[in-house]
């Protein structure tokens, strides 16, 4: 949000308001997850199912106390990379796997199987360096490199996974239908939230129930974790707590607190850890509300007295214990297995891609704040910086400069001749960044809200209708950018013709995509909303903002034929948003507490792909 147009706040209270956002405590899945994992409920591998094709292997899993089994499949990937993805066998319908996001198809390396005594399967990718090794019961799986164990997997038995269930309105209408073996762990009446979730006085209706799920990674040797932006935190992770966890969901949370775990405006679900000799990553693929617990054991000396007084004295390695949970979708998860820092990061930008090259303005001096008032105003700001001898490149206009806070618009009093203001910023070499957010204005007298209206390209209500919410317009709906039909609608509107009184000096900046909801729960949209495909929110929360930005990209990149360069900074983000741009650290205040706390939040952007970014 634009930090002027708030209430004035003093220093004393410049902090959030927490009480209008979620902590762990307040989140149902993660209360289910650790009620259950407290009954150390296990998982066995059924190896003797195991098929191992051209791409993959797999091979089932089944909860031991519930019976009902899951599908594990391995995957190797060129340059060291291997990908486990876990998922019904048979749903009762498909579960949501984050699309676009990887930038093509990874190149799989066939797997060689070596069955143990029945008890477990060793998958190598031939060469023999890299090692997948199986265990049965407890199920677990061991990444071995030079006969070390770099990384297990479940070796803690906290993966978790609910089951998609029967609706509880077609369970009344059939009294007589028996009861789905996938609730039997699941119907707990002391948490009921299940299938509705209350907070503040908004009430989330699960039409699926409950679905989350959940993993453990243990990291031997490893004592520094880095990673899984955006946080106002160190860089290096610090160790969580119980109810403490880092929080990935994407909020607008303006003077959001320092040295906090909770979600800000981006997430990027990718974890780095180094020690002397080796760097490894965890990519987990999912785009819902995340939640991930850090415990670092550091090393311990001891000495084995009891059978030798005269031993040596013995270190028992470091290991940091990663814990993921998500409230949907499926288990989708990249183990980047390094072993150099270098080799990591061409590894995260095999999957996700590399920083899209800025134009060169764009590594210039930005002049922007809330807000020019018209076009003599602006004028006047661009001759004080000649005046004064000082180089700029780009001047920037918030959303006051529209008709009404009407996106692709000029409010015709205050800048009645856009093209002459920016021939003048031409005639010096400068550009114009101009704002456009995702809400559209409800005005049927609006072209861009009628025409959105009449293709249904809004995202929808658990009703049907057309989802409403209050952001900067006033009423507003929010453009379903997770489909590719509305991306493409959305791109044309950067065209000259569409875009009245731009000109190929004017690009663009995306704000309050989040997406920001005045009046919503946390500030954002409910999670029951549906999306392109039948998708609800919860599915996708995380990625909407990616979506604004790559359609922003390629309509710039159509308006010149692909001859220049877009420039799209972006307020949230996901895993691939470096690919389109640019992005901000989000709305502070003017302390200097700010200005220290982004040194490592950018520094976390930077090895998490996202190279291009700045802050506020």
């Known amino acids: 949000m634009e930090a002027a147009e708030k209430e004035e706040i003093s220093v004393e209270d410049e902090v ?129 490199s030079e006969k070390e164990v770099v990384i297990s997997i479940n070796s803690l038995g906290q993966l978790y996974f609910e089951h998609l269930q029967t609706p509880q309105t077609q369970r009344i209408t059939n009294k007589n239908e028996e009861k789905s073996s996938a609730d039997t762990s699941q119907e707990n009446p002391e948490d009921p939230g299940l299938w509705e979730e209350k907070f503040g006085n908004f009430v989330d209706v699960k039409a699926n129930g409950p679905a989350s799920i959940g993993l453990d990674f243990s990291l031997h040797g490893f004592e520094h974790v880095y990673g899984i932006p955006q946080h106002a935190e160190s860089h290096q992770l610090q160790n969580t707590r119980d109810g403490d966890a880092y929080r990935l969901y994407n909020l607008d949370i303006y003077g959001y607190q320092i040295h906090d775990k909770m979600g800000i405006y981006g997430s990027v679900p990718y974890l780095l850890a180094h020690k002397l000799g080796r760097t490894i990553g965890i990519f987990w693929l999912n785009a819902s509300e995340t939640l991930v617990e850090i415990n670092t054991e550091p090393a311990v000396e001891y000495t084995l007295t009891q059978m030798n007084p005269a031993a040596a004295k013995q270190m028992v390695r470091p290991r940091t214990n990663v814990h993921w949970m998500s409230e949907s979708g499926i288990i989708d998860v990249f183990l980047l297995t390094g072993p150099t820092p270098s080799d990591i990061f061409k590894q995260y930008s095999y999957l996700t891609g590399t920083q899209a090259m800025p134009p060169l303005f764009s590594l210039g001096y930005h002049q922007c704040r809330w807000n020019y008032e018209d076009e003599q105003d602006v004028e006047a700001v661009d001759a004080g910086f000649d005046e004064h001898d000082i180089p700029y490149d780009v001047m920037w206009l918030d959303i006051e400069h529209t008709e009404g806070k009407r996106y692709f618009t000029w409010d015709k009093k205050k800048f009645p001749n856009p093209k002459r203001m920016q021939e003048l910023l031409r005639s010096k070499k400068r550009k114009l960044v101009v704002i456009s957010d995702p809400h559209i204005k409800v005005d049927p007298d609006y072209s861009v809200y009628a025409k959105a209206k009449e293709e249904g390209f809004f995202v929808r209500n658990k009703e049907g209708g057309d989802f409403e919410g209050v952001c900067w317009p006033g009423l507003s709906s929010y453009l379903d950018l997770t489909n590719p039909k509305v991306r493409e609608w959305y791109s044309g509107l950067f065209a000259f013709p569409a875009y009245q009184g731009s000109t190929d000096i004017l690009f663009i900046w995306n704000d309050m995509n989040e997406p920001s909801v005045f009046r919503g729960p946390e500030l954002t949209m409910q999670k029951n909303a549906i999306h392109h495909g039948n998708w609800e929110h919860r599915e996708l929360h995380n990625i909407y903002g990616f979506y604004q930005q790559m359609a922003t990209a390629e309509g710039l990149i159509q308006r010149s034929k692909g001859k220049e360069r877009p420039f799209v900074l972006s307020r949230s983000f996901f895993a691939g948003s470096q690919k389109y741009g640019a992005v901000w650290t989000g709305d502070n205040t003017a302390e200097w507490s700010y200005l220290k706390i982004s040194i490592p939040m950018l520094l976390t952007l930077n090895i998490t792909g996202i190279s291009f970014c700045g802050a506020s």
């Not at 486990?84 to 390396?109: A, G, M, Q, W």
């Open 16 to 144: 959030v308001d927490k009480t209008i956002f979620r902590d762990c405590s307040k989140i149902a899945f993660y209360r289910r997850q650790k009620q259950q994992l407290s009954k150390n409920t296990t998982y066995r591998a059924l190896l003797d199912s195991a098929t191992t094709g051209q791409d993959s292997t797999k091979f089932q899993i089944i909860n031991e106390t519930t019976k009902i089994p899951l599908l594990v499949e391995v995957y190797g990937i060129e340059r060291n990379i291997f990908r486990f993805k876990i998922n019904e066998e048979t749903p009762l319908k498909p579960r949501y796997e984050v699309p676009d996001v990887l930038t093509n198809k990874p190149t799989t390396v066939r797997l060689i199987s070596y069955s143990g005594d029945g008890g477990s399967l060793t998958l190598t990718d031939g060469k023999e360096d890299l090692k997948c090794y199986i265990t049965a019961n407890p199920f677990k799986i061991d990444l071995i």
